[in-house]
């Protein structure tokens, strides 16, 4: 194993223009850690926003961008049990998974599922760890339930469609084409929404409202948010494109009986994450196998061609997930 490494780095906050190759020593396993050979590193909105300086990495996590990745495990630290070098593995990341080797706890990393390659599996753990942590485990998401999420052609939007309907939920989507609404449909929504032509308040308020929302828009989606909710509804934030600060009126929380709720996944303890990972491992990767349900794809790119990536995220015109190819396979 060489002791240094290509990785790519964010030079300066700005555009995707700032991602640029470089190189850096291979990382060191610490305790309850593995280093993984990455083949495949997903793409996702919060390298986005770190890259524009948005969305500090911890301070103990690597300063480089990516969130997940694939690929096999190369070396294990102390106190690891239960994997072996050589194992092919898709991980959750504090960061770091735009190189070729990346240091990451044991704990986040689940099995590559049955016939599935290292490009697919690349595009598991973001999604699915934010997906389940908030539609099943905040959201309390059931079955019968009416479901609704925004966004519903991205990574996030196609995972929550396809996990909601296996799990017995009504849902709704919006997404701002045709084609990302067919997208949808074919992923399991019962309606596709196109907002730029129709009101998901009015549509969901003629459906019976919805039990729960799972929204990335904020800004002036909130208020319209909490219209949409059948009483006793749930809401839940996990971004912000449209900015976070927006005027409510409470008075229709406590009148209705509405829950707001939110969260991002970085700054979860290791242990809430591998919490996360048990509950994916039983309840998730058994569905992954059967193909159930399956990763959406959009396009891959070159780790040179990160910048690109970036762009191609950041235009919305993807459908599903994009993936950085690291090994070159």
């Known amino acids: ?85 050589g194992d092919p593995v898709c991980a959750l990341l504090p960061g770091g998974g735009y190189a070729e080797y990346v240091a990451t706890p044991a704990a986040h990393c689940l099995p ?47 995972t929550a469609i396809q996990l909601a309907n296996a799990f017995g939920a ?15 449909t074919e992923l399991g929504a019962e309606v596709a929404i196109n907002y730029r032509d129709a009101d998901f308040v009015e549509v969901l308020r003629a459906a019976g409202g919805a039990d729960l929302i799972l929204d990335m828009v904020g800004g002036d989606y909130i208020p319209r948010n909490l219209k949409a909710l059948a009483d006793d509804g749930r809401l839940v934030q996990i971004a912000f494109l449209n900015g976070p600060k927006v ?23 290791d242990t809430a994450k591998a919490r996360i990972a048990q509950d994916l491992q039983e309840a998730v990767w058994p569905l992954l196998a059967m193909k159930r349900v399956a990763p959406v794809m959009d396009q891959t790119f070159p780790l040179a061609e990160a910048a690109k990536a970036h762009a191609r995220m950041e235009s919305s015109e993807h459908i599903g997930k994009i993936v950085l190819d690291v090994s070159g396979r």
């Not at 009504?170 to 949808?184: L, M, N, P």
Request: glycine fraction near 10%.
């Open 1 to 85: 194993m060489s002791q240094m490494m290509r990785a790519v780095e964010i030079t300066k906050p700005g555009g995707p223009d700032v991602l640029a190759l470089t190189e850096r020593p291979v990382p060191e396993p610490a305790h309850g850690q593995v280093v993984i050979k990455v083949a495949w590193a997903g793409v996702n909105r919060p390298d986005a926003l770190q890259r524009a300086g948005l969305y500090a990495p911890p301070p103990t996590a690597s300063d480089l961008p990516g969130l997940e990745a694939s690929g096999e495990i190369i070396a294990l630290g102390s106190g690891v049990s239960g994997l072996a070098v």
């Open 112 to 158: 590559v599922p049955n016939d599935m390659t290292l490009k697919e599996a690349a595009c598991l753990p973001e999604t699915f760890f934010t997906v389940w942590s908030n539609v099943f485990t905040r959201g309390a998401l059931k079955s019968g339930e009416r479901f609704l999420v925004h966004g519903g052609s991205s990574g996030i939007g196609t």
């Open 247 to 269: 005027e409510v009126n409470f008075a229709q929380l406590m009148i209705r009986r509405l829950t707001m709720t939110g969260s991002t996944l970085r700054p979860q303890s």
């Open 170 to 184: 009504r849902v709704f989507a919006t997404a701002g084409s045709a084609d990302k609404c067919a997208a949808c």
